[in-house]
């Protein structure tokens, strides 16, 4: 469906929208504050694939999903810390959830959303949460309740048109407000171990590099492992953890495990946060904010 060296974009836990609000560029083609952009463009992915594939169960779904999300944010921001915090992650994290989960049930569209948001509030090292929250909450669900919960995995087959605009769209703003390099040098990475993969496995290399195209990954790639919040600070470890992330997902796809990606951020993201987190200095870590 991720502090920084980018931390003036902070989110409350997805992957763009800032903290504070990042003044327009005025005049611009793109004159637009940086915080409306990550949820212009998830709704963009949103009704594209839908339009094109129906890939959503229900919009009730979705609806129930953001609507939780947004109402546990703004509860638990308001508790926490006294203010209402910016809606536009838990935007982002309750449509997110109500793209990825598949279930015939309801519950499971409410409970993703309310443990991605309350994964921000609870589980936290010296004021920051270690875990992407969609990621969290999407990992938990498949991996809690197994028998009624799956993952999106539709690629956009064929057309190729509604993949290249979101993907256009989704370069512009990752490029924005300073994530493209993120993205591309986990795209980089997919690639080389799609190569690895195909030549371990005798799979045809366009059939273990075709994943990458649908909605799915366009949430993991431009959401979920750009997020501020949950990526380390320095811009080289940001690409060599997407790296190692990539390199995890291959071999527990090589274990044929269903949701790799997932798991490999679920893992791979924490360690590295946990690692910077306990190292770095609590007087350099900033007062905890909720969004």
């Known amino acids: 469906m991720a502090g920084d ?11 763009l929208p800032s903290a504070e609000p990042v003044p327009a560029r005025r005049g611009g083609l793109f004159a637009i504050d940086n ?3 990550p949820p212009i463009l998830i709704t963009s992915i949103l009704v594209g694939a839908n339009l094109s594939f129906g890939i959503l169960e229900g919009w009730e ?32 994290s309750g449509i997110s959830a109500g793209i990825l989960i598949r279930s015939p049930f309801l519950w499971p569209y ?8 309350l994964s921000k509030y609870v ?9 992407n929250p969609t990621n969290f909450g999407v990992s938990a669900m498949v991996l809690l309740a197994p028998a009624t919960v799956t993952v999106l ?24 407000v300073g ?25 045809p290399w366009l059939a273990t590099v075709a994943p990458i195209t649908g909605p ?26 997407v790296v190692i992330v990539a390199f995890v997902e291959m071999l527990m796809r090589l274990a044929e495990l269903v949701y790799a990606p997932f798991y490999a951020l679920f893992v791979v993201g924490s360690i590295a946060m946990v690692i910077e987190i306990t190292r770095q200095p609590r007087s350099t870590q900033g007062h905890p904010q909720a969004n």
């Open 35 to 37: 915080r409306f952009l």
């Open 5 to 15: 060296a980018s931390a003036r974009h902070g989110s409350g836990g997805q992957a």
């Open 153 to 176: 995995s539709i690629q956009w087959g064929n057309a190729v048109a509604p993949m290249a605009v979101i993907w256009l769209l989704g370069a512009v703003i990752v490029w924005r």
């Open 179 to 203: 994530r493209a390099h993120i993205s591309v040098t986990y795209v980089a990475a997919f690639f080389l171990f799609s190569f690895v993969r195909s030549a371990l496995t005798g799979i």
């Open 110 to 117: 409410f409970f993703t959303s309310f443990i991605s948001i």
């Open 123 to 131: 589980l936290r090292v010296k004021g920051r949460h270690i875990w």
């Open 61 to 92: 779904r979705t609806a129930l999903s953001i609507v939780v999300a947004i109402g546990t944010e703004l509860v638990l921001g308001r508790i926490t810390y006294g203010k209402w915090p910016h809606p536009a992650s838990a935007y982002i």
């Open 216 to 241: 799915m990954y366009q949430l993991f790639i431009f959401f979920m492992i750009t997020d501020p919040k949950t990526t380390v600070r320095s811009k080289t470890w940001q690409c060599v953890v």
